[in-house]
Protein backbone atom coordinates (compact mmCIF):
# COMPACT_ATOMS: atom_id res chain seq x y z
CA UNK A 1 0.00 0.00 0.00
CA UNK A 2 0.99 3.20 -0.69
CA UNK A 3 2.42 5.82 1.08
CA UNK A 4 -0.44 8.65 0.99
CA UNK A 5 -3.09 5.76 0.54
CA UNK A 6 -2.27 4.98 4.11
CA UNK A 7 -2.60 8.52 5.09
CA UNK A 8 -6.16 9.05 3.66
CA UNK A 9 -7.18 5.85 5.27
CA UNK A 10 -6.20 7.73 8.26
CA UNK A 11 -8.22 10.48 8.28
CA UNK A 12 -11.69 11.74 9.21
CA UNK A 13 -14.68 13.34 7.45
CA UNK A 14 -17.56 14.88 8.89
CA UNK A 15 -20.21 14.60 6.74
CA UNK A 16 -23.54 17.74 7.47
CA UNK A 17 -27.01 16.14 6.27
CA UNK A 18 -29.96 18.15 5.50
CA UNK A 19 -32.13 17.22 8.61
CA UNK A 20 -28.77 19.40 10.72
CA UNK A 21 -27.88 15.62 11.97
CA UNK A 22 -24.27 15.09 11.53
CA UNK A 23 -22.15 11.76 10.44
CA UNK A 24 -18.55 10.54 10.61
CA UNK A 25 -16.48 8.11 8.66
CA UNK A 26 -12.98 7.21 8.42
CA UNK A 27 -10.81 6.98 5.31
CA UNK A 28 -11.39 8.90 1.92
CA UNK A 29 -12.63 5.26 0.87
CA UNK A 30 -15.54 5.34 3.06
CA UNK A 31 -17.14 8.94 0.89
CA UNK A 32 -18.48 7.57 -2.27
CA UNK A 33 -20.42 4.56 0.24
CA UNK A 34 -21.65 7.54 2.21
CA UNK A 35 -22.87 9.44 -0.84
CA UNK A 36 -24.87 6.91 -2.02
CA UNK A 37 -25.94 5.87 1.40
CA UNK A 38 -27.21 9.46 1.92
CA UNK A 39 -28.10 10.59 -1.67
CA UNK A 40 -29.08 14.35 -2.33
CA UNK A 41 -29.01 14.63 1.51
CA UNK A 42 -25.50 15.51 1.66
CA UNK A 43 -25.11 19.63 2.17
CA UNK A 44 -21.29 19.12 3.28
CA UNK A 45 -18.21 16.70 3.77
CA UNK A 46 -15.15 18.39 5.37
CA UNK A 47 -11.92 17.19 7.18
CA UNK A 48 -11.92 16.83 10.66
CA UNK A 49 -8.94 16.60 13.46
CA UNK A 50 -8.03 13.49 15.22
CA UNK A 51 -9.30 15.89 18.66
CA UNK A 52 -12.82 16.18 17.15
CA UNK A 53 -12.64 12.27 16.13
CA UNK A 54 -12.04 11.91 19.49
CA UNK A 55 -14.46 13.51 21.12
CA UNK A 56 -17.00 11.51 18.39
CA UNK A 57 -15.57 7.84 19.99
CA UNK A 58 -15.64 9.05 23.00
CA UNK A 59 -19.63 10.47 22.62
CA UNK A 60 -20.68 6.90 20.66
CA UNK A 61 -18.70 4.77 22.74
CA UNK A 62 -17.54 6.23 26.77
CA UNK A 63 -14.81 8.02 28.29
CA UNK A 64 -13.21 4.30 28.95
CA UNK A 65 -12.31 1.00 26.99
CA UNK A 66 -11.40 -1.95 27.68
CA UNK A 67 -8.50 -4.53 26.34
CA UNK A 68 -9.04 -8.60 26.56
CA UNK A 69 -7.87 -11.43 26.62
CA UNK A 70 -9.78 -14.75 26.74
CA UNK A 71 -7.46 -17.90 27.12
CA UNK A 72 -9.34 -21.25 26.03
CA UNK A 73 -8.76 -25.12 26.36
CA UNK A 74 -9.32 -26.75 22.76
CA UNK A 75 -10.80 -30.15 22.43
CA UNK A 76 -8.59 -32.71 21.24
CA UNK A 77 -11.72 -34.95 20.33
CA UNK A 78 -14.40 -33.86 17.17
CA UNK A 79 -17.17 -32.29 19.05
CA UNK A 80 -15.93 -31.32 22.22
CA UNK A 81 -16.03 -27.48 22.38
CA UNK A 82 -13.48 -24.94 23.03
CA UNK A 83 -14.15 -23.72 26.40
CA UNK A 84 -12.96 -20.65 27.87
CA UNK A 85 -10.82 -21.11 31.27
CA UNK A 86 -8.94 -17.30 31.79
CA UNK A 87 -10.22 -14.03 31.27
CA UNK A 88 -8.08 -10.72 31.65
CA UNK A 89 -9.24 -6.92 30.91
CA UNK A 90 -7.60 -3.83 31.01
CA UNK A 91 -9.44 -0.58 31.62
CA UNK A 92 -8.07 2.68 30.33
CA UNK A 93 -9.04 6.27 29.69
CA UNK A 94 -10.05 6.80 26.03
CA UNK A 95 -8.55 10.70 25.77
CA UNK A 96 -4.76 9.57 27.46
CA UNK A 97 -5.05 5.72 27.43
CA UNK A 98 -3.87 6.13 31.28
CA UNK A 99 -4.79 2.40 32.90
CA UNK A 100 -7.76 2.87 35.15
CA UNK A 101 -7.99 -1.09 36.88
CA UNK A 102 -7.14 -4.17 36.04
CA UNK A 103 -10.27 -7.30 36.03
CA UNK A 104 -8.68 -11.28 36.43
CA UNK A 105 -10.22 -14.19 36.76
CA UNK A 106 -9.96 -18.14 35.66
CA UNK A 107 -13.52 -19.87 34.25
CA UNK A 108 -14.16 -23.68 35.45
CA UNK A 109 -15.50 -24.90 31.79
CA UNK A 110 -18.99 -26.65 32.01
CA UNK A 111 -18.02 -29.26 29.28
CA UNK A 112 -14.32 -30.12 28.41
CA UNK A 113 -13.43 -29.90 32.21
CA UNK A 114 -9.70 -31.48 31.52
CA UNK A 115 -6.67 -29.46 30.57
CA UNK A 116 -4.99 -30.56 27.83
CA UNK A 117 -0.84 -30.63 28.11
CA UNK A 118 -0.74 -28.17 25.43
CA UNK A 119 -2.92 -25.69 27.15
CA UNK A 120 -1.20 -26.57 30.56
CA UNK A 121 2.22 -25.44 28.88
CA UNK A 122 0.87 -22.57 27.40
CA UNK A 123 -1.19 -20.86 29.89
CA UNK A 124 1.26 -22.41 32.93
CA UNK A 125 -2.52 -22.85 34.17
CA UNK A 126 -2.99 -26.21 36.65
CA UNK A 127 -5.73 -28.60 36.70
CA UNK A 128 -6.30 -28.31 40.24
CA UNK A 129 -6.36 -24.26 39.55
CA UNK A 130 -9.22 -24.65 37.00
CA UNK A 131 -10.71 -27.57 39.28
CA UNK A 132 -11.40 -24.69 41.89
CA UNK A 133 -12.07 -21.85 39.45
CA UNK A 134 -16.10 -20.13 39.20
CA UNK A 135 -18.29 -20.97 36.57
CA UNK A 136 -18.91 -18.95 33.10
CA UNK A 137 -22.43 -17.74 34.30
CA UNK A 138 -20.53 -16.05 37.27
CA UNK A 139 -17.42 -15.04 36.09
CA UNK A 140 -19.15 -13.06 33.70
CA UNK A 141 -21.77 -11.69 35.81
CA UNK A 142 -18.87 -10.41 37.23
CA UNK A 143 -17.53 -8.98 34.67
CA UNK A 144 -20.60 -6.94 33.73
CA UNK A 145 -20.75 -4.92 36.79
CA UNK A 146 -17.05 -4.47 36.11
CA UNK A 147 -18.26 -2.69 32.61
CA UNK A 148 -21.14 -0.73 33.84
CA UNK A 149 -18.65 0.77 36.98
CA UNK A 150 -16.79 2.06 33.86
CA UNK A 151 -19.71 2.61 31.22
CA UNK A 152 -17.24 0.65 28.83
CA UNK A 153 -19.51 0.17 25.37
CA UNK A 154 -16.42 -0.83 23.09
CA UNK A 155 -13.60 -3.67 24.07
CA UNK A 156 -10.38 -3.79 21.67
CA UNK A 157 -9.01 -7.16 21.21
CA UNK A 158 -6.32 -8.56 19.32
CA UNK A 159 -7.67 -11.17 16.84
CA UNK A 160 -10.77 -12.18 15.21
CA UNK A 161 -11.21 -15.69 18.02
CA UNK A 162 -12.16 -14.03 21.22
CA UNK A 163 -15.40 -12.85 19.69
CA UNK A 164 -17.15 -15.82 18.25
CA UNK A 165 -15.50 -18.02 21.59
CA UNK A 166 -17.19 -15.93 23.39
CA UNK A 167 -20.75 -16.06 22.15
CA UNK A 168 -20.34 -20.09 22.02
CA UNK A 169 -19.55 -20.40 25.47
CA UNK A 170 -22.37 -18.08 26.07
CA UNK A 171 -24.42 -20.74 23.84
CA UNK A 172 -22.94 -23.70 25.85
CA UNK A 173 -23.78 -22.26 29.11
CA UNK A 174 -27.65 -20.99 28.02
CA UNK A 175 -26.56 -17.40 28.64
CA UNK A 176 -26.47 -16.32 25.19
CA UNK A 177 -28.04 -12.38 25.72
CA UNK A 178 -25.91 -12.17 28.93
CA UNK A 179 -22.76 -11.28 27.47
CA UNK A 180 -23.98 -9.09 24.36
CA UNK A 181 -23.17 -6.02 26.05
CA UNK A 182 -19.39 -7.06 25.32
CA UNK A 183 -19.57 -8.93 22.44
CA UNK A 184 -21.87 -6.08 20.71
CA UNK A 185 -18.91 -3.67 21.18
CA UNK A 186 -15.66 -5.80 20.39
CA UNK A 187 -13.15 -4.65 17.60
CA UNK A 188 -10.13 -6.62 16.73
CA UNK A 189 -7.26 -4.05 16.04
CA UNK A 190 -4.38 -6.56 14.46
CA UNK A 191 -5.18 -5.56 11.27
CA UNK A 192 -5.30 -1.30 12.37
CA UNK A 193 -1.97 -1.42 14.21
CA UNK A 194 -0.54 -3.79 12.01
CA UNK A 195 -1.56 -1.08 9.53
CA UNK A 196 -0.30 1.91 11.36
CA UNK A 197 3.28 0.31 11.86
CA UNK A 198 4.26 -1.00 8.30
CA UNK A 199 1.89 1.17 5.94
CA UNK A 200 0.32 -2.37 4.57
CA UNK A 201 -2.51 -4.81 5.19
CA UNK A 202 -1.27 -7.79 7.06
CA UNK A 203 -0.97 -9.01 10.68
CA UNK A 204 1.44 -10.65 13.15
CA UNK A 205 1.21 -12.06 16.72
CA UNK A 206 0.63 -9.79 19.77
CA UNK A 207 4.05 -11.51 21.22
CA UNK A 208 5.98 -10.16 17.85
CA UNK A 209 4.47 -6.86 18.05
CA UNK A 210 5.70 -6.92 21.73
CA UNK A 211 9.33 -7.27 20.41
CA UNK A 212 8.84 -4.43 17.53
CA UNK A 213 7.65 -2.27 19.72
CA UNK A 214 10.21 -3.11 22.92
CA UNK A 215 7.69 -3.64 25.30
CA UNK A 216 8.27 -5.80 28.12
CA UNK A 217 6.12 -6.93 31.21
CA UNK A 218 6.52 -8.75 34.13
CA UNK A 219 4.53 -12.08 33.60
CA UNK A 220 3.94 -15.03 31.05
CA UNK A 221 2.81 -15.15 27.75
CA UNK A 222 -0.20 -16.63 27.52
CA UNK A 223 -1.79 -15.32 30.96
CA UNK A 224 -4.72 -13.42 30.13
CA UNK A 225 -4.03 -10.38 32.21
CA UNK A 226 -0.31 -10.18 30.67
CA UNK A 227 -2.07 -10.21 26.62
CA UNK A 228 -4.38 -7.79 27.81
CA UNK A 229 -2.30 -5.90 29.28
CA UNK A 230 0.35 -6.18 26.29
CA UNK A 231 -2.40 -5.04 24.02
CA UNK A 232 -3.10 -1.93 25.64
CA UNK A 233 0.68 -0.82 26.05
CA UNK A 234 1.34 -1.90 22.03
CA UNK A 235 -1.92 0.21 21.47
CA UNK A 236 -0.84 3.16 23.48
CA UNK A 237 2.64 3.09 22.30
CA UNK A 238 1.12 3.37 18.01
CA UNK A 239 -1.02 6.19 19.10
CA UNK A 240 1.03 8.24 21.28
CA UNK A 241 4.10 7.26 18.24
CA UNK A 242 6.40 5.58 21.06
CA UNK A 243 7.60 3.74 18.42
CA UNK A 244 11.46 2.10 18.43
CA UNK A 245 12.79 3.08 14.32
CA UNK A 246 15.59 0.95 14.26
CA UNK A 247 13.40 -2.10 15.46
CA UNK A 248 10.73 -1.05 13.50
CA UNK A 249 13.07 -0.97 10.14
CA UNK A 250 14.16 -4.28 11.11
CA UNK A 251 10.96 -5.57 11.34
CA UNK A 252 10.03 -4.01 7.92
CA UNK A 253 13.21 -5.58 6.25
CA UNK A 254 12.76 -9.22 7.79
CA UNK A 255 9.00 -8.92 6.38
CA UNK A 256 10.21 -8.08 3.05
CA UNK A 257 12.67 -11.02 3.22
CA UNK A 258 10.23 -13.79 4.26
CA UNK A 259 7.56 -12.09 1.85
CA UNK A 260 10.06 -13.30 -1.33
CA UNK A 261 10.96 -16.36 0.42
CA UNK A 262 7.66 -17.59 0.78
CA UNK A 263 6.76 -16.82 -3.06
CA UNK A 264 10.08 -18.98 -3.67
CA UNK A 265 9.03 -22.03 -1.79
CA UNK A 266 7.78 -25.11 -3.25
CA UNK A 267 7.70 -28.18 -1.00
CA UNK A 268 5.69 -27.78 2.24
CA UNK A 269 5.34 -31.53 3.24
CA UNK A 270 8.17 -32.78 4.91
CA UNK A 271 8.75 -36.66 3.15
CA UNK A 272 10.25 -39.13 4.72
CA UNK A 273 12.19 -42.44 3.67
CA UNK A 274 15.14 -40.32 2.63
CA UNK A 275 18.54 -41.72 4.34
CA UNK A 276 20.36 -40.63 7.30
CA UNK A 277 24.14 -40.66 5.74
CA UNK A 278 22.77 -38.96 2.60
CA UNK A 279 21.28 -36.26 5.01
CA UNK A 280 24.66 -35.58 6.26
CA UNK A 281 25.85 -34.92 2.41
CA UNK A 282 23.12 -32.96 1.12
CA UNK A 283 23.87 -31.13 4.53
CA UNK A 284 27.12 -30.28 3.44
CA UNK A 285 26.11 -29.39 -0.02
CA UNK A 286 23.66 -26.60 1.42
CA UNK A 287 26.07 -25.10 3.23
CA UNK A 288 28.34 -25.10 -0.30
CA UNK A 289 25.62 -23.68 -1.84
CA UNK A 290 25.15 -21.17 0.41
CA UNK A 291 29.09 -20.02 0.52
CA UNK A 292 29.13 -20.31 -3.77
CA UNK A 293 25.98 -18.18 -4.55
CA UNK A 294 27.07 -15.32 -1.59
CA UNK A 295 23.62 -13.06 -2.54
CA UNK A 296 24.65 -9.38 -2.78
CA UNK A 297 20.56 -8.28 -1.93
CA UNK A 298 17.90 -9.34 0.37
CA UNK A 299 16.12 -10.85 -2.29
CA UNK A 300 18.81 -13.01 -3.90
CA UNK A 301 19.15 -13.80 -0.05
CA UNK A 302 15.42 -14.88 0.25
CA UNK A 303 15.62 -17.27 -2.83
CA UNK A 304 18.56 -18.68 -1.43
CA UNK A 305 16.95 -19.52 1.85
CA UNK A 306 13.85 -20.85 0.05
CA UNK A 307 15.93 -23.22 -1.77
CA UNK A 308 18.30 -24.44 0.52
CA UNK A 309 14.59 -25.24 3.19
CA UNK A 310 13.05 -27.45 0.42
CA UNK A 311 16.40 -29.34 -0.05
CA UNK A 312 15.59 -29.89 3.77
CA UNK A 313 11.84 -30.92 3.21
CA UNK A 314 12.99 -33.38 0.47
CA UNK A 315 15.62 -34.94 2.45
CA UNK A 316 12.66 -35.53 5.25
CA UNK A 317 13.73 -32.10 7.75
CA UNK A 318 12.00 -28.93 8.70
CA UNK A 319 13.12 -26.03 7.38
CA UNK A 320 15.18 -23.32 9.11
CA UNK A 321 17.34 -21.80 7.23
CA UNK A 322 14.75 -18.37 6.97
CA UNK A 323 14.50 -18.50 10.72
CA UNK A 324 18.42 -17.49 10.69
CA UNK A 325 17.33 -13.99 8.99
CA UNK A 326 14.18 -12.44 11.22
CA UNK A 327 14.84 -11.99 14.89
CA UNK A 328 11.26 -10.12 15.28
CA UNK A 329 8.71 -11.22 12.62
Known amino acids: MRKNQKIHRNRWYEISLADGSTKIVKGQQSIPAARKKYKNQIRAIRRISLERWNQYQESMYGKYLAFLDLEYNTGEEPGIPTEIISVGIVVADRKNLKKKETYYS ?22 KEIDHARSFAEVFAEVEEFYRKWGIRQTYVYGNADSPVLRNNAELNEIPDKVTYLTDGIKDIAEELFL ?3 DREGSISLEKLGRVLDIRLDGEWHNALYDAELLWRCHSAV ?27 RFDEVKSGFPEEKKA ?40 YQKEYTELI
Open 106 to 127: LVHPRINTTLNPYCMELTGLKQ
Open 196 to 198: SLF
Open 239 to 265: IHKEIPENLLTQAKNELALKEIYMQNR
Open 281 to 320: VTEEIIQELRKAAAPKSMKETAKLLALCDDILVLTGERPR
